[in-house]
């Protein structure tokens, strides 16, 4: 999720599972992080819902989460699903880590790898694993593929709301980890559920204090609800590749407006792009597509970036917006934007390649903006006032 970031300010089976995960031996280079593994590790094979004999592989990057793999792969088993091992991205991986799966996959690339990989019926993408590495690239692609379903469990994208990237902490750890445990997941899925509702067939508009107002519409486009709900039957229903793709922590609808539709303006406080700070920017749409940009300083420098992208690069890609009130920006203390913005009310405008979204644009690029003030209406009625979940 390392994507470019703008501020708004600009920004019974169960009890089996649990019990196995609990009763997992840590790993003995567990790291003393304060964390519930074997809560952590039940939650997730919660949200995956495992039938008999799926193929579940784990996929990592050694460092602070290998205590997780035990309990993951001891819940795993109980489920009556098989254990595929733990594929490590870098680095050295444990012994015991390694199955015939994991070797087999070690000694294949290209289309052997990729044939290899399809046979996997759910992955766990664990901290550090990213789509730059191969294994995580080829099962993505196996994703777009209308195959399979993953876990991308990140545990970072932390920010200040200056846009800054901040380092997880032992208070974050805490906080992401009472979100996991705790959300209301049946209450977040409903919620989103009755957005999309009342999106369908309306003009969604999106405005700020600083005087982003922006309009658009989504027709019959796929809307992916980051609810967790990471089942094979969640997965059967699947439209795009992110719809495969469940998030955990949860909490953001994700949606491709019609590109003709989007039009209006949005307006970005103190921001970087290519490098340079760009200030007062703005950026005008019609038909989904930039067609003019101004600002007081160093707009050819955000010029500069759409442009050196190509015609992708002044596209209108996504709206989102945070409903989990878990992840919704502290009230007490220096306020940060929690998990890429999943918060209730947080607000995504994006620019760049949709198709993983089910859009028509492609081309790579993509830059996301986060808004925190933004006060989004549906028809008129308003879902989010200056970046307060109403509904």
């Known amino acids: ?21 609990d009763s997992a031996p840590p790993a003995a280079d567990a790291p003393p992080d304060g964390l519930d593994h074997g809560a952590i590790a039940a939650t997730l094979l919660e949200r995956l819902d495992l039938r008999p004999g799926e193929r579940v ?48 996959l070690a000694a294949a690339d290209g289309e052997a790898r990729q044939a290899l990989l399809r046979e ?3 992955a766990v993408m664990m901290p550090g694993a990213t789509p730059a590495h191969a294994a995580y690239g080829g099962l993505q692609r196996i994703l777009d593929e209308g195959r399979g379903r993953t876990v991308h469990f990140h545990w970072a994208g932390a920010y200040a709301l200056d846009g800054t990237l901040l380092d997880m902490s032992p208070a974050r750890d805490a906080f992401y980890q009472r979100v996991l445990l705790e959300t209301d997941y049946q209450g977040l899925a409903e919620a989103q559920r009755a957005f999309e509702a009342a999106m369908r067939d309306a003009t969604i508009r999106v405005t700020t204090p ?22 094979a039957v969640r ?16 909490g953001a609808i994700r949606v491709a407006p019609v590109e003709e539709t989007v039009e209006g303006r949005i307006v970005f406080p103190p921001t970087v792009w290519g490098g340079s700070t760009v200030t007062d920017l703005t950026l005008s749409f019609e038909a989904g597509r930039v067609v003019e940009a101004t600002a007081t300083s160093a707009v050819e420098a955000a010029v500069a970036e759409m442009d050196g992208a190509g015609p ?4 209108f890609r996504e709206f989102a917006l945070g409903f989990n009130p878990l992840l919704a920006i502290p009230e007490s203390g220096e306020p940060w934007i929690p998990y890429y913005g999943y918060g209730a009310g947080v607000v995504r405008l994006s620019l760049g390649d949709n198709t993983e979204l089910g859009g028509a644009v492609g081309g790579g690029y993509v830059r996301w903006n986060f808004f925190v003030d933004a006060t989004v209406e549906v028809d008129g009625e308003v879902w989010v006032e200056e970046g307060r979940l109403v509904r």
């Open 312 to 315: 992708v690069g002044r596209a």
């Open 120 to 122: 996997v019926d759910a």
């Open 210 to 231: 600083a005087g982003t107002d922006i309009r658009f519409r989504i027709g019959d486009r796929p809307v992916t609800r980051q609810d967790g709900d990471a089942s």
């Open 1 to 21: 999720m390392s994507r470019p970031f703008a501020r708004a300010v600009s920004l019974a089976v169960v009890m089996s599972l649990a019990a196995a995960c």
């Open 235 to 250: 997965a059967g229903r699947a439209r795009n590749l992110i719809d495969r793709e469940v998030e955990l922590p949860a």
């Open 57 to 104: 592989l784990l996929v990592t990057v050694p460092g602070r989460f290998d205590a997780l793999t035990g309990p993951l792969r001891s819940g795993v088993r109980a489920a009556g699903a098989v254990d595929l091992g733990v594929w490590a991205e870098e680095g050295e991986a444990p012994a015991a880590w390694s199955t015939d799966f994991t070797r087999r």
